[in-house]
């Protein structure tokens, strides 16, 4: 079920360096159940770096499986996206399902790590390995935006209320593959422009938006993760890096402007502030 959110997102900066810097896994968490309530807390954090051969490879097995695979569309009926109002070509493929078909997104937002898996490991190592480095996966998807398509401004939630009655953070990360100076993202009011080849922690408890107002593709690998200790540990902690990234050494991403939202569609919350008190990891479910 969505609603109409009408507050003015333009009454913050968006930015507490102290959390942005900060290694300790629960207190980026607890940075992220502040910003999803829209205080100053964690928007969006630079996490690693692909190295070169990575990133390329990437890319290469990511246009073939769009060459071989059809999408899903955001726009269609039915679509779990559709309530975001896609504008123009909006693409998904989903890789983690149990079905192995790519325009399966049955189970992408079922806050569960379990039945699904990365098919056909063979034909894409590059993504198999990536997938397989990352603990307790929901989900793991290339989005594509066409030449002027866009997501208009919407509102998830990042606190979530797990099975055994835990309150947590399901994590959302990008990593752009292909993209330009004129695809954007809007993060409660901050606008952001991702750089190709870095993964990022993006909060989509905030109110957000994606556009591409370039004249090619915008590619980016998109995932979520249950806040598990484990998932923390790789993502925001020391724990091991994925093969072919390394561990960035500046968190902090600098909006690059800002831009007013007063209207945005909205997903009730499971989680009510007031029970966000204590985050805690969530276990695998």
Known sequence: MTGRGDEDQDGHDGHDSRRDDDRDPRRVLRGIRDANYHHP???CLRLF???APTLRGLVAEVAELRARHAPSLAGAPGHVTAWAGPRGRVEQFSLLNASGRCD???RDHDLSCFGK???????YPALAALAGALPHLVNFRVNVLGPGAALAPHEEHSVVLSRSGTVGVRARFHLPLVTGPKATLLLDGDVHRLEAGTVYLVNHGCVHAAGNAGAADRIHLVWDMLGTAAAAE???GTGAVPAGFTRARARAVRPVGRRSVTRWERIAPQVAEAGARHVGYLDPQ
């Open 41 to 43: 807390g964690i928007r």
């Open 117 to 123: 898996r990365f098919h056909d490991r063979t034909r």
């Open 104 to 106: 399966d997104f049955s």
């Open 234 to 236: 790789v993502m925001f």
């Open 49 to 51: 770096t692909a190295d």
